[in-house]
């Protein structure tokens, strides 16, 4: 008796659980269809693939009973993909979901925007005396998903007196949580959403289940979008992470990708640490650190998992499980995400290493030299469909894959050029840099953390990635990362103007200002730093309040 949680084994379930933990209710799993029986209360955290939900559950026998259990009036919660399921079919899948709602999810259309949704976004009640639910208006949520249920309440009045909040994207509205007697959905991740998000699990799981069982309709009204979504730019705090000499896990940060300390010649001390891997803090306090601080997401980079990776020997793991517990915004994990073998010999694909991340708390897995080599085979056979890209965003959505790219600029003399990459240069400007002015450079991928430079200009590698099925690609720089400089406006221009999935800007911040001047000038959705909050040189609330000055929308704390 008492709070079940249904997981079907595909996605980053443990967030749910650790929220739950940290919120003091205790839950057990379903692990066998008999266990709906005994379920009084039951939450659905589903994330991934609308298609691999629908096959995981039937597979395991779990759907007949879901329905069952839904229908026999006893309290729901559904999460993403568990509010989805609730519909009758999506454009997802060709799979048919519970048909409790009469209505289809739809795909987002990218005309003007990227997709997925994948973000900080508002959730505004359609009857404003209504907050029963805890969803407060002025709250925000995070969202991550490429389909929706479209409001239209003149077409589809039966359906959308489902509706309890919608939410704007672009220029589209939708249902962003459901309630009718004893069903609760949203669209968006309350594990995810920090503060306001556990408040609001908090809250139903506070109240009585009886309460919870005859829940209103509201009546649909008429509603179009408004000039402007509430979507906000995110701030990411990364962690790169490898063993210093000692053998320990640290969090590092190098200068263009070198991580050793120097020796100054004004310094004599500085020659006794040269060398060194330098060491900037331990990557599970520092992600608490930043999340309390009001980061919008996080990314923990292992930087040299190229060098050998075994999944049995990956001690990433632990330092993602362990900042979990903790950490109620969402997680990417980067390095070594490919095809391993473990030192018996045992092959594991890159899915099941990415698997094993999720599991772990992780929401995206960020993949760096392996997308170089899959964008390269896809070039010359045009082959796609089995690599960690494809098969991991096939079972876990393409929202859980982020591509990492590490271009470095290759200079040419502008005048005699006659390369093949004459369409991507960037031209220095007047006022710019000294080593830029009167130069042009086109952007070459390297892999192995910059180490060795690939055929491959960084506009083929976007463009192949996010055909291969990435949900998002994480922007670096070699030339500015750990500058100060700036992020390089140039560079993420050319990248954001020719894919349609979110970017996020990377290498290079050395102020508040700076992230004004990339979100002012470029589309990317969201900007990353490192060495600026591992050194406390900027605040993230600073960076915030820079972007609320100029009407930049960001996620408010306080709210
Ligand atoms: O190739 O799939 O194993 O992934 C390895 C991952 O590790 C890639 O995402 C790659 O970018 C990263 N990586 C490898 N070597 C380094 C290094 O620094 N020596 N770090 C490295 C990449 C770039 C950002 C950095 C920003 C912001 N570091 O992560 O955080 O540049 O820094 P800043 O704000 O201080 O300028 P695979």
């Given at each position: 008796m008492g709070l079940y949680l249904l997981d079907y084994g595909a996605g980053n379930v443990r967030s749910l659980a650790n929220s739950l933990t940290k919120l003091g209710h205790s839950f057990t799993w379903i692990s066998?269809?008999?266990?709906?029986?005994?379920?009084?209360?039951?939450?659905?955290?589903?994330?991934?693939?609308?298609?691999?939900?629908i096959q995981h559950l039937t597979d395991r026998g779990l759907l007949e009973p879901l329905r069952d259990y839904i229908k026999s009036g006893r309290p729901y919660f559904g999460i993403c993909i568990g509010m989805q399921v609730l519909f009758e079919s999506s454009d997802e899948s060709p799979s048919k979901g519970l048909g409790i709602i009469p209505y289809h999810i739809s795909r987002f259309d990218d005309t003007n925007k990227s997709v997925p949704h994948m973000g900080w976004n508002t959730a505004d009640l359609l009857n404003?005396?209504?907050?029963?639910?805890?969803?407060?208006?002025?709250?925000?949520?995070?969202?991550?998903?490429?389909?929706c249920a479209k409001y239209d309440h003149e077409k589809y009045p039966e359906a959308m007196s489902w509706a309890y909040t919608t939410t704007q994207y672009g220029n589209e509205l939708f249902v962003s949580s459901v309630r009718r007697n004893n069903v609760f959905g949203t669209q968006f991740h309350p594990e995810k959403s920090g503060t306001a998000g556990l408040q609001l699990l908090d809250e139903w799981l506070r109240k009585p289940e009886s309460s919870h069982t005859h829940m209103p309709s509201i009546t649909p009204k008429s509603l179009y979008p408004r000039p402007e979504h509430r979507f906000t730019k995110r701030i990411i705090a990364c962690m790169d992470v490898r063993a210093n000499d000692e053998g320990d896990l640290v969090v590092t940060k190098g200068d263009q990708y070198d991580v050793r300390e120097k020796a100054s010649p004004t310094n004599a001390l500085?020659?006794?640490?040269?060398?060194?891997?330098?060491?900037?803090?331990?990557?599970?306090?520092?992600?608490?650190?930043?999340?309390?601080?009001?980061?919008?997401?996080?990314?923990?980079?292992?930087?040299?998992?190229?060098?050998?990776s075994p999944l049995q020997d990956q001690p990433m793991l632990a330092v993602v499980r362990a900042a979990a517990e903790n950490v109620f915004i969402p997680l990417t994990?980067?390095?070594?995400?490919?095809?391993?073998?473990?030192?018996?010999?045992?092959?594991?694909?890159?899915?099941?290493?990415?698997?094993?991340?999720?599991?772990?708390?992780?929401?995206?897995?960020?993949?760096?030299?392996?997308?170089v080599y899959a964008v390269e085979r896809l070039r010359a056979t045009a082959e796609k469909g089995k690599g960690a890209i494809e098969t991991i965003a096939h079972a876990y959505g393409r929202q859980a894959v982020v591509v990492s790219i590490d271009p470095r600029r290759v200079y040419i003399d502008p005048q005699s050029y006659d390369g093949p990459y004459k369409n991507e240069l960037i031209y220095g400007k007047p006022d710019g840099p000294d080593n830029e002015r009167g130069k042009a450079w086109w952007y070459q991928c390297t892999v192995s953390g910059g180490r060795e430079n690939r055929p491959l200009s960084v506009l083929e590698l976007a463009k192949g990635a996010e055909e291969l099925g990435a949900g998002e690609i994480l922007l670096n720089s070699i030339d500015r990362d750990g500058t100060g400089l700036g992020f390089d406006l140039g560079l993420i221009k050319l990248v954001k103007g020719s894919v349609k999935i979110p970017v996020v800007a990377s290498s290079g911040a050395g102020s508040a200002d700076h992230f004004v001047d990339v979100f002012k000038t470029t589309d990317a959705e969201a900007a990353l730093a490192a060495g600026i909050f591992h050194r406390e040189q900027v605040r993230i609330s600073e960076i915030k309040d820079a972007l609320k000055k100029v009407h930049i929308n960001g996620r408010e704390l306080s709210l």
């Amino acid at each position: 008796m008492g709070l079940y949680l249904l997981d079907y084994g595909a996605g980053n379930v443990r967030s749910l659980a650790n929220s739950l933990t940290k919120l003091g209710h205790s839950f057990t799993w379903i692990s066998d269809p008999s266990d709906f029986a005994k379920a009084t209360s039951l939450v659905f955290p589903g994330v991934g693939a609308f298609e691999t939900a629908i096959q995981h559950l039937t597979d395991r026998g779990l759907l007949e009973p879901l329905r069952d259990y839904i229908k026999s009036g006893r309290p729901y919660f559904g999460i993403c993909i568990g509010m989805q399921v609730l519909f009758e079919s999506s454009d997802e899948s060709p799979s048919k979901g519970l048909g409790i709602i009469p209505y289809h999810i739809s795909r987002f259309d990218d005309t003007n925007k990227s997709v997925p949704h994948m973000g900080w976004n508002t959730a505004d009640l359609l009857n404003i005396q209504d907050d029963a639910e805890g969803i407060k208006e002025s709250s925000y949520y995070y969202f991550v998903h490429s389909f929706c249920a479209k409001y239209d309440h003149e077409k589809y009045p039966e359906a959308m007196s489902w509706a309890y909040t919608t939410t704007q994207y672009g220029n589209e509205l939708f249902v962003s949580s459901v309630r009718r007697n004893n069903v609760f959905g949203t669209q968006f991740h309350p594990e995810k959403s920090g503060t306001a998000g556990l408040q609001l699990l908090d809250e139903w799981l506070r109240k009585p289940e009886s309460s919870h069982t005859h829940m209103p309709s509201i009546t649909p009204k008429s509603l179009y979008p408004r000039p402007e979504h509430r979507f906000t730019k995110r701030i990411i705090a990364c962690m790169d992470v490898r063993a210093n000499d000692e053998g320990d896990l640290v969090v590092t940060k190098g200068d263009q990708y070198d991580v050793r300390e120097k020796a100054s010649p004004t310094n004599a001390l500085t020659a006794k640490i040269a060398g060194a891997v330098r060491n900037l803090g331990k990557p599970v306090a520092l992600a608490a650190k930043y999340y309390a601080e009001g980061a919008d997401e996080l990314c923990l980079l292992n930087i040299t998992s190229f060098r050998h990776s075994p999944l049995q020997d990956q001690p990433m793991l632990a330092v993602v499980r362990a900042a979990a517990e903790n950490v109620f915004i969402p997680l990417t994990i980067g390095g070594g995400i490919k095809d391993t073998v473990d030192p018996d010999g045992t092959k594991r694909p890159a899915l099941e290493v990415a698997g094993e991340y999720f599991r772990a708390g992780a929401d995206k897995v960020s993949i760096g030299s392996e997308a170089v080599y899959a964008v390269e085979r896809l070039r010359a056979t045009a082959e796609k469909g089995k690599g960690a890209i494809e098969t991991i965003a096939h079972a876990y959505g393409r929202q859980a894959v982020v591509v990492s790219i590490d271009p470095r600029r290759v200079y040419i003399d502008p005048q005699s050029y006659d390369g093949p990459y004459k369409n991507e240069l960037i031209y220095g400007k007047p006022d710019g840099p000294d080593n830029e002015r009167g130069k042009a450079w086109w952007y070459q991928c390297t892999v192995s953390g910059g180490r060795e430079n690939r055929p491959l200009s960084v506009l083929e590698l976007a463009k192949g990635a996010e055909e291969l099925g990435a949900g998002e690609i994480l922007l670096n720089s070699i030339d500015r990362d750990g500058t100060g400089l700036g992020f390089d406006l140039g560079l993420i221009k050319l990248v954001k103007g020719s894919v349609k999935i979110p970017v996020v800007a990377s290498s290079g911040a050395g102020s508040a200002d700076h992230f004004v001047d990339v979100f002012k000038t470029t589309d990317a959705e969201a900007a990353l730093a490192a060495g600026i909050f591992h050194r406390e040189q900027v605040r993230i609330s600073e960076i915030k309040d820079a972007l609320k000055k100029v009407h930049i929308n960001g996620r408010e704390l306080s709210l």
